[in-house]
């Protein structure tokens, strides 16, 4: 469906004009401003559009090879007829462009989300933009980071425009300090300035500069510019810019700086050559905007974008582990009742316990994919408190102190004990290695309501009321550089042997899982504070979770469904010792016929949602249609979100199981499956 022209088309128009852009070459900072949008939306195209009178004309781009299109195709004319942004999920279900040829023809478009690029004289100039080939939906974060993103398009616009029409092009910048005084007030009024000499001195710095500095005026006159420099640029990016700017170029790029007081901060920069009578620059002009939010908001993306990717890989690796270690961990419970001989129990002891510990490493690796989902109950922190509290003080030295603060009125949250006590536990072990020679170790909790301001500074943070855990100690703190890598898997600082680099990527996984998030401060040689927030339910009452006595089958018949064939004979003697009667299936489809045979007899039937050719979730669905009551108990190596959306999704499924089980919770599930009402 072809847009409309907006109001005033012929006054946008000619606005568009003033800004002399259209058919100009690349410049650097359009071109990184739609890589990082690109980045932020993980989306394969990204464009900064202006739209003339007859075509649309590409300033930057990602992912498309073409200049421009024709402007009655465009999405972006939409997009500049409101004043918002412009969201299509799937242009095939949207009237307005099912029948584009953009979305029926090549490339298929399915995905769009526009932000107009809005003039000072309020006239929509084109868009920031971002495609992609499937249907999907953003994060409010990729939504106001994108937002965020186009203003800096906007501003950028109007700074160029702003020096072609107080300059007459870069030529006239050649007079005078006292030629540029009019510029010097407007961007006094929103930008960071200053300007050096040719060598780098300061010899101007407006008000903003001192602020974000923190040094005053009087001790930045007069000193080389090298006195922000942060340390974090190499000296190549340093030679490249004044290689630049002292042939006369106009240089832009982000910088990282460091105040005074000894804090980092970002700015987005402009260097432009004031030259002489011989073309040669004599002092140079810096025109800067703070940027910082944005790098810090940009590197929690990365970052999050990094743990999910690496998140992804282990949960699949915990799948193939859970798959080997599930027989192993059956097959010693029942040995254990078949052998009396005391060096068989030693062997058969020793065997469980490393059985047991690989599966609780794999088990963290799982909590950190932010898959696996443990028993959760109504609960209070306190007593999960009092229990590390009883632990530090037995187990710790001595020369660490222990002070807690934890309020009576305390919410209660609805979570897994088992994964919550060890999330403490992880992080007051972590303050005790922190503090070799002693200190002191703080845990303290408070009930707190997140608000929007606060959510909108942490990707994680949801508005609503939160239980603060506060883990601080007093040890050697962290310095930045790792602060950015603890989080992640398999990433330690201590010596080989003393530690596995899963303890905080477990910590973070589980706090995640109860859709709740984490929070790290920290100062090299003054300590760490590590902050959990976890969602509160405004209660006081407490669910413990009630033990049953593993009972027996009375000669039922269950059909057991997995690819792997340890896992099928170790079940089937699992449920064979326990008086019930098994046939098992080596995939979905032998799964089928066999019920279709067996179906007046099967009681139940246990799947594996893993399995090639067909997977468990359509076996479900395939033994829901022969037989809607059939009680079944879904099982997987890894409990990630899609897993338990199909099991959800399959609505008849009785239970979850995750691998790798014990006899006794394959046993206690199947009883509980198996005597419930349908």
């Not at 300007?195 to 974000?212: A, E, H, L, P, Q």
């Not at 910088?255 to 007081?261: H, S, T």
């Amino acid at each position: 469906m072809k847009a409309l022209l907006p109001k005033s088309e012929i006054e946008r128009l000619t606005a568009l004009s003033q800004y002399k852009i259209l058919d100009t070459d690349p410049e650097p900072i359009f071109d990184d401003l739609t890589r990082l949008a690109s980045q932020i939306c993980n989306t394969p195209i990204a464009l900064i559009t202006l739209v003339d009178e007859h075509r649309q004309w590409f300033k930057s781009k990602v992912g498309l090879l073409v200049e421009q299109m024709p402007r009655e195709i465009s999405f972006c004319t939409h997009t500049i007829l409101q004043s918002d942004l412009l969201i299509v999920q799937n242009a095939l279900g949207d009237p307005r462009f099912a029948k584009n040829p953009l979305v029926t023809n090549f490339p298929h478009i399915r995905f769009y989300m526009g932000v107009p690029l809005i003039a000072k004289e309020e006239f929509p100039l084109g868009t920031l933009c971002v495609f992609d080939y499937i249907p999907r939906e953003l994060n409010w974060q990729q939504i106001e980071a994108l937002k965020l993103l186009s203003h800096q398009v906007v501003s950028q616009l109007e700074f160029r425009r702003h020096l072609i029409e107080h300059t007459s092009g870069e030529i006239a910048l050649q007079t005078s300090l006292k030629d540029l005084a009019d510029i010097k007030f407007a961007l006094d009024q929103s930008s960071i300035v200053a300007i050096t000499d040719y060598k780098g001195t300061i010899i101007y710095v407006n008000d903003k500069f001192c602020s974000i500095s923190k040094y005053s005026r009087e001790e930045l006159l007069g000193q080389n510019h090298r006195i922000i420099n942060s340390g974090h640029h190499p000296g190549e990016f340093f030679k490249d810019m004044w290689t630049a700017i002292s042939r006369g170029q106009v240089w832009k790029g982000e910088i990282k700086n460091r105040a005074k007081d000894g804090t980092y901060y970002w700015v987005d920069t402009t260097i432009v050559p004031l030259l002489n009578n011989d073309g040669k620059p004599y002092q140079y002009v810096s025109i800067r905007s703070d940027i910082t939010q944005k790098k810090q908001l940009e590197e929690q993306f990365l970052r999050t974008q990094r743990l999910e990717s690496i998140g992804t890989l282990a949960g699949g690796i915990a799948h193939d582990l859970n798959n080997v270690l599930s027989p192993i961990v059956m097959a010693v419970q029942l040995l254990q009742t078949k052998l009396d001989d005391q060096q068989s129990q030693e062997w058969l002891d020793i065997l469980e316990t490393n059985a047991r510990r690989g599966a609780d490493l794999v088990r963290q690796v799982l909590q950190f994919a932010r898959g696996i989902e443990g028993e959760h109950t109504l609960l209070q922190v306190k007593h999960l408190i009092d229990e590390i509290k009883h632990i530090v003080l037995e187990t710790f030295p001595k020369s660490i102190r222990l002070y807690t603060n934890v309020p009576q009125e305390l919410w209660t949250v609805t979570g897994d004990a088992t994964q919550l006590h060890q999330v403490l536990m992880n992080l007051v072990v972590n303050a005790r290695d922190a503090m070799l020679t002693g200190g002191t170790l703080s845990i303290t909790c408070k009930n707190i309501i997140i608000d929007e301001i606060y959510a909108k500074t942490h990707p994680e943070a949801r508005v609503g009321s939160y239980i603060g855990i506060t883990v601080s100690d007093t040890g050697t703190g962290i310095p930045a550089e790792i602060a950015e890598r603890i989080f992640e898997p398999f990433f330690t600082t201590k010596e080989v042997g003393k530690g596995t680099g899963l303890g905080l990527s477990t910590v973070i996984g589980i706090v995640k899982s109860h859709n709740g998030f984490v929070s790290l401060t920290s100062e090299v040689g003054s300590g760490t504070h590590f902050r959990v927030y976890l969602p509160a339910v405004e209660t006081n009452e407490t669910y413990l979770p009630k033990d049953m006595e593993l009972p027996k089958g009375q000669g039922e018949l269950i059909l057991v469904v997995d690819d792997e064939a340890a896992i099928r004979q170790i079940t089937k003697t699992t449920l064979e010792t326990y008086d019930y009667k098994v046939i098992t299936g080596s995939d979905g489809m032998e799964a089928i016929a066999l019920y279709a045979t067996h179906r007046d007899s099967v009681s139940v039937a246990i799947v594996d949602m893993m399995m090639p050719h067909m997977d468990g979730a359509k076996t479900i669905r395939t033994l829901q249609k022969i037989n809607p009551t059939l009680k079944i108990i879904a099982v997987s190596g890894y409990a990630d979100s899609g897993i338990l959306a199909e099991v959800e999704k399959s609505g008849g499924v009785a239970a979850f199981l995750l691998k790798p089980f014990t006899a006794k919770e394959l046993v206690t599930i199947l009883f509980k499956v198996r005597t419930s009402p349908i």
